[in-house]
């Protein structure tokens, strides 16, 4: 049983699709130093589901980051694929609860359905391509989960999903209007990563989630899975808004190679890389370590819109002067 004096803890989870840049490892570093802050365990959790996109090397090469930074954790590395059990279960209980059913519907058969039926030109709506109507939601649901080749996907339900959010406020969202029925088990035989994260956060005894706020929304949906499989207590969220490159778009491959590995490799050093964050943070911009972060990270200094990646923050980070 839960209780107030239940220890805190929070996870970080990497994806190996990629290598870590300058934005993730900010928010990574900001969750480190608000778990050190707290007295929080750490959990590092690999999430691979998304294997065809899984690079191979980066597992490691994003736990070395982390480490190269100063960050260390209580907990892991667990790796995600390695024991999918939890989430089939959990599957299973939906699916005894009349609360998932297999669809078989193509994207494209999903966004003509979800076509304005008195609209002028009858054009699908790949806008929104994830958003599933409800109204190709079955009457009849299967009270068993099988492994046919079909995504499985959640009865969502109607309504606004509400809570506060530690970092970004107030939040509200309609997930049946928006995107419809979740997604729960793909047609590759794998947990979808809404579901898995919601598994993983509750049986890893997870109760503080720092992620980017790209998230914001994807923490409805989990609520509701939460609720849907009756588990407690919820977390509490904490989104942090992301880091973008001068056009204001996410920071990517378009905005040069941010890649931490490579600033690595150029000579920047740890120290100036964490000065960097700081900055980002609403601190001085000066050189110091994880721990020397942690000290003077204040949550209310950190600036509540992107965080823009400047030719002068690359310059800065690229030079050794102070
Ligand atoms: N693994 C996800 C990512 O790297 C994070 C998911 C989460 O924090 O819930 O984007």
């Known amino acids: 049983m839960a209780s107030e004096a239940t220890k805190r803890k929070t996870r970080l989870a990497p994806s190996p699709t990629g290598a870590l840049h300058l934005g993730n490892v900010r928010t990574f570093l ?11 365990d750490i959990v590092l959790r690999v999430e691979d589901l998304d294997t065809p996109r899984t690079k191979p090397g980066a ?12 960050m260390d954790w209580d907990e ?8 999918l059990s939890p989430h089939r279960r959990a599957v299973e209980q939906l699916a005894r609860a009349g609360l998932v059913y297999p669809c078989e519907l193509t994207r494209t058969q999903i966004a003509e359905a979800a076509t304005a039926p008195h609209g002028l030109e009858n054009t699908p709506d790949m806008s929104n391509p994830s958003r599933f109507p409800i109204e190709l939601r079955p009457d009849e649901r299967p009270t068993v989960f099988t492994d046919v080749e079909a995504n499985w ?3 969502t339900p109607a309504g606004d999903v509400e809570f506060e959010d530690a970092f970004a406020g107030a939040q509200r969202f309609d ?23 919601v598994v993983d956060d509750h049986r890893q005894g997870v109760t503080d989630v ?17 609720r849907g499989l009756g588990l407690t207590p919820e977390p509490r969220y904490f989104h942090l808004p992301l880091v973008v490159g001068a056009d204001g778009r996410r920071l ?6 941010t890649r931490v590995v490579r600033c690595r490799a150029s000579g920047v050093r740890a120290e100036r890389m964490i000065g960097l964050m700081a900055s980002w943070c609403g601190l001085a911009r000066a050189e110091m370590d994880a721990e020397g972060f942690a000290g003077a990270l204040e949550v209310d200094k950190i600036p509540h819109k992107p965080i823009v990646f400047t030719g002068e923050d690359e310059a800065w980070l690229m030079s050794n002067e102070s």
């Open 30 to 40: 900001v969750n480190w130093a608000l778990a050190r802050q707290g007295g929080w």
């Open 153 to 155: 996907r959640f009865v």
């Open 175 to 197: 997930v049946l209007e928006n995107i419809g029925d979740i997604v729960v088990w793909t047609k590759q035989g794998h947990p979808s990563y809404q579901l898995a994260v």
């Open 210 to 226: 720092v992620r980017g706020d790209d998230l914001l929304d994807s923490a409805a949906r989990q609520l509701l899975l939460y």
């Open 59 to 70: 597992i490691d090469e994003s736990i070395e980051i982390l480490e190269w930074l100063g």
């Open 252 to 257: 990517a491959k378009r905005h040069g190679d």
């Open 76 to 83: 892991g590395p667990t790796i995600q694929t390695d024991d």
